[in-house]
């Protein structure tokens, strides 16, 4: 009775602690990948809608701006969506520091060994835009003054 209760005591105990990546998400971090305040949706690759939900909300947390002078533009490299490949993201002067600190976390967070890569072309490009200030926030302009 003994052997059995410590069979079964082994038992449980290896049960309780195998595992794998503890998210049954193999390891790709775009499957489990999360941000406060968006929702968790997808249209081409993991929770790729909730990744640029999360890079407008830093985004937006930098922007504001009182006059053009206040905003410039920065490109962030090794995006794996290619959300700032086209148009880059404008922000605050003053705030680019610490956007690019926290965009680059968060692009690595649901970048790194991700097994899905966003893919196609630019229908606009940066060169036929500039930046400026529009309702107190710092935004891409096309030349004609169109968004």
């Known amino acids: 009775m003994t052997d059995r209760l410590l069979i079964a005591a082994v038992a449980l105990l290896a049960v309780g602690c195998s595992s794998t ?4 998400d193999g390891g790709d971090p775009q499957k489990s990948y ?9 249209a081409y690759c993991p929770n790729d809608k909730t990744y640029f939900c999360a890079r407008d909300a830093i985004r937006n947390k930098h922007d ?11 490109f ?5 969506q290619g959300y700032f490949g086209c148009v880059p993201a404008v922000v605050n002067l ?16 649901y970048c790194a060994n991700a097994g ?7 229908a606009d490009s940066y060169s036929a835009r500039m930046v400026a200030c529009v309702q107190g926030t710092c935004v891409a302009v096309k030349d004609d003054g169109g968004l």
């Open 76 to 80: 962030l490299s090794g995006d794996c």
């Open 116 to 122: 899905c890569n966003g893919s196609g072309s630019c």
């Open 21 to 24: 990546s503890g998210s049954g």
């Open 94 to 109: 003053r705030e680019k520091g610490a956007f690019d600190q926290e965009a680059l976390a968060e692009m690595t967070r």
């Open 64 to 74: 504001s701006c009182a006059d053009a002078g206040d905003c410039t533009a920065t």
């Open 34 to 42: 999360s941000y406060p305040g968006c929702a968790n949706e997808t």
